[in-house]
């Protein structure tokens, strides 16, 4: 299919120049298998205006959060980073993910496209004190026999100021 570079020539309306366009074309075979040819348009939901929008982002497998400004893709990343590091198996691992989540962040505040919103990077050490606590190994107190009674219990309705005398 070559491209259509002439100009409408003067004196020739719009509509019979685009059709001869198009039959030519036709006649060249331009539109013989065409991928998708025979197969109805996808109407999408009319109510919806960006159905389009939604269709390809599930073609593609893309998620929602790749539509949101750059400024706001990096405050969710920062919000999730607890979870993205809580099945890292090192330190360095830790520091590595904060390292390039950061020179995203200095890269967007060298030349901020979007909407201004404050972004900072983030602070590897804090992350890292954040990691070592998720990863602590959960330990259970020891079994300690229960202390036993004293010999002599305070009479009731007597203060614990007087168990002392």
Known sequence: ??????????????????????????????????????????????????????????????????????????????????????????????RDVVARLNLQIVAWLRAPSGPRLPVSPVDADEVVATWRQQNQPSRKPPVTRSPEPESDPPPAGRRWWWRKR
């Open 1 to 94: 299919m070559g491209p259509v570079t002439e100009r409408k020539p003067p004196g020739v309306s719009f509509e019979s120049w685009i059709d001869k366009q198009i039959r030519l074309a036709q006649e060249r075979g331009d539109f013989d298998d065409l991928p998708g040819a025979g197969k109805p348009i996808p109407a999408g939901d009319v109510d919806d205006e960006l159905w389009w929008v939604k269709n390809y982002l599930r073609r593609e497998n893309l998620p929602t959060d790749s539509l949101l400004p750059t400024p706001l893709q990096l405050r969710k990343e920062i919000e999730r980073l607890p979870d993205t590091i809580r099945g890292l198996p090192s330190e360095r691992a830790v």
